[in-house]
Nanobody
Framework: QVQLVESGGGLVQAGGSLRLSCAAS????????MGWFRQAPGKEREFVAA????????RYTDSVKGRFTISRDNAKNTVYLQMNSLKPDDTAVYYC??????????????WGQGTQVTVSS
């Protein structure tokens, strides 16, 4: 059974930074891509970033390019999301998810409980 535990969220002022972590268990972590998604109040869950199984390929949604960095530590079964220059529009619950393959273009179909990120103006 896949378990995903996100942490690192909180309240931050606009322009600030946060680093999210997601610890995964119950799957061969180093074989699968990992993704970060977010869901703001009243909106659908949206893709934020993905990293391939080895960590040498990434992709981002346009709104976070240049501000967010996804990374992973396969020895720790953990994926990270470094978020800089945060904006109020980044306010959401952030979720990590394993891909169904090792590619950054994988689909994602399992979710953790999420961690709340709130950016004040």
């Amino acid at each position: 059974q896949v378990q995903l535990v996100e942490s690192g969220g909180g309240l931050v002022q606009a322009g600030g930074s946060l680093r999210l972590s997601c610890a995964a268990s119950g799957l061969p972590f180093s074989r699968y891509a990992m993704g970060w998604f977010r869901q703001a109040p009243g909106k659908e869950r949206e893709f934020v970033a993905a990293i391939n199984y080895s960590g040498d390929s990434t992709r981002y949604t346009d709104s976070v390019k240049g501000r967010f960095t996804i990374s992973r530590d396969n020895a720790k079964n953990t994926v990270y999301l470094q978020m800089n220059s945060l904006k109020p529009d980044d306010t959401a619950v952030y979720y990590c998810a394993p891909g169904t393959s090792g590619s950054i273009y994988s689909s994602f179909d399992a979710w953790g409980q999420g961690t709340q990120v709130t950016v004040s103006s």
